[in-house]
């Protein structure tokens, strides 16, 4: 599967646990949803996916790749220590320069 790199390199992070290469994947002012919040800046976004890292350890297997316009939407397996897990969630992403703006997690 052929990913745009920062995608390529934010997977590559979640999987190594790396909370501070994964927020390097997005803007200053980008803004991520998930599990009905939302996190604004690449330091809430760090802070975010660091707890998420400790709470879940959840790692991802892309699946495929389809673009909506301006989103990619990546589908992806889901592996860690949640209830129901593997999951297949998709990542919907708008990605400007290189750099992810807006992330949307949904089931």
Request: aromatic share 8%.
């Amino acid at each position: 599967m052929n990913l745009p790199k920062v995608l390529a390199d934010l997977v590559t992070a979640q999987n190594e646990f790396n909370s501070v290469a994964y927020a390097n994947c997005f803007s200053e002012t980008a803004e991520v949803f998930d599990e009905g919040k939302t996190h604004s800046g690449r330091k809430a976004i760090e802070v975010w996916i660091d707890d998420s890292n400790k709470k879940y350890q959840s790692v991802m297997e892309p699946l495929s790749i389809t673009h909506d316009g301006s989103t990619s939407i990546l589908s992806a397996k889901c592996s860690g220590k949640f209830e129901g897990s593997p999951l297949v969630l998709q990542f919907h992403f708008d990605i400007e320069d290189g750099l992810i703006q807006r992330l949307r997690v949904t089931g």
